[in-house]
């Protein structure tokens, strides 16, 4: 090929050279002859196509032969990649050094930043002509001199810039700060280095890679030290933590007066029952404090549009700061948000006991954000009250039955004062498909809200029992918002002098958490049931000693222990410890029934019953009837009262 096109090249050259031109055609054109002036012309731009046509073959030629050319260059340039790590790996042994870290691991370990000599300042920072620094990086929030590194023989100190934004091992520094080997370091929003000092190594046990460097600042920022958490979730905060973190230095940079923050929702904090624990974006403006949750999809489509109009910004295309609310990644409407939730633990229902109780309405980090009235209490199936001995002593005492029980919501007391505007309940029961929502009771804190849900269920099966013994209602308050204006000392500031304020006072309410525990109310439902059973005893035990009053003030011969016993089964038919005095007056009663009816009237020979706590006194023939006194030695009855009986006494012990 390359034959051939210099074979036409020299045949054009020739035609060139000697003249070899032909003139036009019959010297004619249109029917008329040429004149002398168009024939020159016609042959001049021949001469140039002929001209045009060498030089493409000429470029053909050089094209074919070039590929060796390339080989060679490229082989060269292996070469000088290859003698370029040899000295990187020869410096890294001698001087302290950084080295990058990617979410993608084929790009990790790709940088490397030296340091100037030992005694001179490294200065870091983003592109700047005026001052270049000795190592330059790129990204959302690098400042002109993000940080200055001093080396002295074996020790390296980071001292950050005016705002900088920089992590170390997790935590954000602020002042000048020693590193020591393998410690990462974050600059800005996503510029993860690994920091190396070959001069005073430290052994590190763990594979230090991207993943291990979000673990560590998720933990810092509290969201990777709580326990239980999936593997999806933990992969999920990984994942979103550097995007977070990009977004609000993006919102700082074009002052957008808006602050992300990843928070996790517990499945005890949804209504939906069986729930997993789920990572949501929670975004505050700063200027009025009104919030929203995102999900993870809409945050990202959110990042998506926010990393556009920053390339548009660092392009110099107008019109990024003017957008209009609908365009405006960081525009949100206002509407309802959640405050918190109040969790009622069902175990109480089992025995058929009311849950009444002064709610806590905790948020998403468990602090108490007000109070919520809950009465959930057990009900015939027109709503009316139980009678207060309708207890179920044994859970599968409810099988098979009806079972009829009613939620009320009495009131709240909210604390936030952005909430007067209004606010409202929201829950749902185990097998509801749709959430059940009160009213929303407007401007006020101290809502009272007397919503009613009467719940009828047929036929009481083990699911029930199941859902009553382990499961829970969430009632979510939700308050409504309004798009006010801000408050003066918040107007005047800077996006990141608000992130930073509203930073501090969270680390400062941190401590006020309050979380509920199974066990607390495993505690409430146990003490509800005593209580009931002691009001029961304490009603029964004077009905009893008013019977035995009665009966002491009877005269002998109108006893008639028929009767008292059929009294006494009427108020212990259903309490052992009862059951137990019964059977121990049934015990009494034969020999007084027989002694009845084969001797004449008179005096029993029996002396009755005493009142609670009574002995009676040895009675002799022709005395007045017993009188008693209160044993000193029983106070009461005991689980074991038995009667002792003998020739001369009758004794409770």
Known sequence: MIRELKEENEKLKAMIGGGGIPPPTGGEEGGRTLSPEEEEQMRAEMMEEVRAQMMANQDAMNAMVSTTSYEEELEQS??????????????????????????????????????????????????????????????????????????????????????????????????????????????????????????????????IDWEFAQKEIAEASGLGAQSGLSADVQEEIIELLPMVSEVNAVSEEFEKHKSFELVLLASQAQSSAGADTRVMVKVTNLLNGNTWLWERGKFLNRRYIIQDLYR???????????????????????????????????????????????????????????????????????????????????????????????????????????????????????????????????????????????????????????????????????????????????????TKELRKLDSQAAIEMDSDTTTPSTNTEAAKVEMAKLKRKCHKLELRQTRLQELCSRWQDKDSTDHDYDALLREVLTVAYDDMKLKSAVAL?????????????????????????????????????????????????SPGFRHDDRLVRNSSTCTIS
């Open 78 to 207: 292996r070469q000088d990649t290859d003698d370029a790590a040899d000295e990187d790996s020869s410096r890294r042994e001698t001087e302290s050094h950084f080295i990058n870290l990617n979410e993608d691991p084929q790009l990790s370990g790709v940088l490397v930043h030296f340091g100037q000599p030992d005694g001179e300042d490294t200065t870091i920072g983003r592109s700047n002509p005026e001052q270049p620094p000795n190592i330059t990086l790129t990204g959302v929030s690098i400042q002109k001199l993000h940080a200055t590194l001093s080396t002295q023989k074996d020790q390296a100190i980071l001292k950050p810039g005016p705002g900088a934004d920089i992590k170390i091992n997790g935590k954000p520094v602020t002042l000048a700060q020693t590193l020591n080997d393998n410690d990462r370091v974050l600059f800005g929003s996503n510029q993860m280095y690994v920091f190396h000092n070959p001069l005073n190594p430290v052994q590190c046990e763990s594979h």
């Open 312 to 494: 548009q910004f660092l392009e110099g295309e107008e019109g990024v700061f003017d957008l209009p609310c609908d365009a405006d990644p960081y525009w949100e409407p206002t509407e309802d948000i959640l405050i918190g939730n109040s969790t009622v633990f069902l175990q109480s229902l089992m025995f058929k006991l009311e849950i009444e109780e002064d709610l806590p309405i905790l948020d998403y980090k468990g602090k108490e954000e007000g109070k919520l009235t809950v009465v959930v209490r057990p009900c015939d199936e027109k709503g009316n009250d139980l009678d207060e001995f309708d207890i179920a002593e044994d859970p599968d005492e409810l099988l098979g039955k009806a079972y009829n029980y009613k939620i009320e919501i009495k009131s709240a007391e909210i604390k936030k004062a952005r909430f007067c505007k209004g606010s409202s309940v929201k829950y749902r029961l185990c097998g509801d498909k749709d959430v059940t929502v009160t009213d929303v009771i407007e401007g006020t804190l101290s809502p009272t809200y007397n919503h009613t849900r009467l719940v009828k269920v047929f036929k009481a099966d083990r699911a029930l029992l199941d859902y009553f013994s382990t499961g829970t209602i969430v009632f979510e308050v939700y308050g409504l918002q309004e798009d006010k204006s801000p408050a003066a000392e918040r107007a005047n500031k800077s």
């Open 585 to 633: 007056m049934t015990a009494m009663m034969p020999p007084s029934r027989t002694a009845a009816s084969t001797s004449p009237p008179g005096p029993s020979p029996i002396a009755p019953i005493p009142p609670y706590g009574g002995v009676p006194q040895q009675q002799g023939q022709g005395q007045t009837p017993p009188r008693y006194e209160r044993s000193q030695t």
